[in-house]
């Protein structure tokens, strides 16, 4: 269950509070926090980071911990890899690295207010399934995405797609996340939703957070989830983004 979590909230998780027109290629335009994920990709040649620690549980915030690192790379005009994961993660067996992955976005701008994509990904056996952090085995997903802007200045972004493809029936995934920026500052609401699959029992949620852009180059982000289905894990997190600018060509 958690495996599949990780997997899909570091495949991309968005704050929408930008504009497509208004984003210049330094521009931190993070994907985080919420489980969704936006259409809009890094410009080619240029690197952001993200990472954030969270608490999670059940019972408990104290049940579980990670540190989640999503490095993306601009590879050419709208197409973008990303290596994720949790580089440590503890819960009751024990803390250690978990189950890394990546993940290729194809997006496409429709318009100035509107953006398709589709993103893939998939994760190898690199976490301790004896500790419970890893899967144990290959993990894949596919996940179609629509992001618009409102008016209003209301930011959406729909997700939709198979997750844990490789442990039997996939988890079907589904979000809708709305943003709105004021200023510095904005604030994010999302609805999730995980059917029930081979990696995992059913999952669903609202999350909500608020982000800071202390810099064009820096977005800062903290919130929470709480659980609309029994099991679901509750949550609170903390993380930035940043933008290191043009690496290669």
């Known amino acids: 269950m958690r495996v599949v979590i990780v997997a899909v909230v570091m495949g991309g998780m968005s704050v929408g509070t930008a504009e497509l027109g208004s984003q210049s290629a330094r521009d931190a335009n993070p994907e985080r ?6 259409a809009y990709t890094v410009a080619p040649g240029f690197v952001e980071v993200e990472q954030g620690l969270s608490a999670r ?6 049940e579980a911990t990670t540190w989640d690192v999503n490095l993306k790379l601009g590879v050419a005009p709208h197409v973008q890899a990303a290596f994720f994961g949790p580089l440590y993660a503890r819960g009751r067996g024990g803390g250690g690295v978990g189950d890394l992955g990546m993940a290729l976005k194809l997006g ?3 318009s100035n207010h509107a953006a398709l994509a589709a993103v893939s990904s998939l994760t190898v056996p690199t976490g301790s399934t004896a500790r419970g952090l890893g899967a144990g085995r290959v993990l894949g997903g596919l996940v179609a995405v629509v992001s618009a802007d409102l008016p209003a200045g209301v930011h959406v972004d729909i997700n ?3 997750q844990g493809i490789g442990a039997g029936a996939p988890q079907w995934f589904t979000s809708l996340s ?3 920026g004021f200023g510095r500052l904005g604030v994010t609401l ?3 939703r995980f ?3 081979g990696a995992g029992a059913r999952l669903a949620g609202i999350l909500g957070g608020v982000t800071f852009r202390i810099a064009n180059w820096a977005v800062a982000d903290v919130g929470g989830v709480t659980r609309t289905a029994a099991g679901t894990p509750r949550q609170v997190f903390l993380g930035l983004t940043t ?5 290669f060509r």
């Open 190 to 192: 999302e609805a999730f």
């Open 33 to 38: 926090p919420t489980f969704a994920t936006h």
């Open 243 to 247: 933008n290191l600018g043009r690496m």
């Open 57 to 62: 549980g059940v019972s408990s915030l104290r």
């Open 178 to 180: 709305g943003a709105r």
């Open 195 to 197: 059917s029930e699959g």
């Open 108 to 110: 496409n701008d429709v």
């Open 160 to 162: 939709a797609g198979p």
